[in-house]
């Protein structure tokens, strides 16, 4: 089952929505995320997080309170999605804010639950979450479309195919090894034994 997690950085263009927006799929607001969707007109299934920038005057009966303040906002909205059977996630408006939020944005796909699907938007391209459980990642990528590969995690066996630069089986830790990879008009497929961030540019 599909959904939508809406968080509480800047607002996406419309190019940016138009990716993945589909009618009948619940749009979950991630603490103020919600006021930003309502905003662009969008109607909100249920807010989520520890309600500390939303305006909970206006959601009242839609809220659920998740006050695990070790955890982000994101990462708790990512369990809580999965408990209630959505497994394949498109996140936006995550882009914005400071260098911590950015980076903890990123940080949370580590805590996305097994065999989740995560799709990250912004205005520049999409991060794909790659796991040994949700079957990697592989798309039809034209000539010199621009992607990069980042390993979240230590991954013992990593594998990059499809693609101008290639990896079968390798090691790959966090590094700058895989950035600046290229298609070459067929399907480029990634696969890895630990979590890989594959952003492909817009």
């Known amino acids: 089952m599909k959904g939508i997690l809406w968080c509480n950085g800047v607002l996406p263009s419309k190019s940016v929505l138009d990716r993945f927006l589909t009618h009948g799929v619940p ?3 991630v603490d103020g995320g919600a006021d930003k969707a309502l ?3 969008y109607e909100i299934y249920e807010v989520l997080g520890d309600m500390d920038s939303v305006d909970s005057s ?12 070790n955890r982000s906002d994101l990462s708790k909205s990512l369990e809580y ?12 408006g995550a882009e914005g804010g400071d260098h911590g939020h950015v980076i903890g944005s990123m940080a949370s796909l580590t805590d996305a639950p097994e065999g989740m699907k995560v799709r990250m938007h ?12 949700n079957d990697g990642f592989s798309q039809r990528m034209g000539a010199q479309q621009k992607f990069s590969v980042f390993a979240l995690t230590e991954c013992e066996r990593a594998s990059v195919l499809g693609s101008r630069w290639e990896l079968d089986n390798e090691s ?10 290229e298609g070459l008009g067929g ?3 990634v696969r890895a034994d630990g979590l890989i961030a594959v952003f ?3």
């Open 39 to 41: 905003s662009m007109g």
């Open 200 to 202: 492909v540019s817009a």
């Open 58 to 69: 206006i959601w009242e009966g839609k809220m659920t309170l998740l006050m695990d303040q």
């Open 81 to 92: 999605i999965d408990g209630i059977g959505i497994t394949d996630v498109d996140i936006v």
């Open 187 to 189: 399907v480029v497929s």
């Open 122 to 133: 912004y205005e520049s391209g999409v991060i794909h979450l790659v796991s040994p459980t």
């Open 172 to 181: 790959l830790s966090f590094s700058t090894k895989g950035l600046g990879n």
């Open 27 to 29: 749009i979950f607001g």
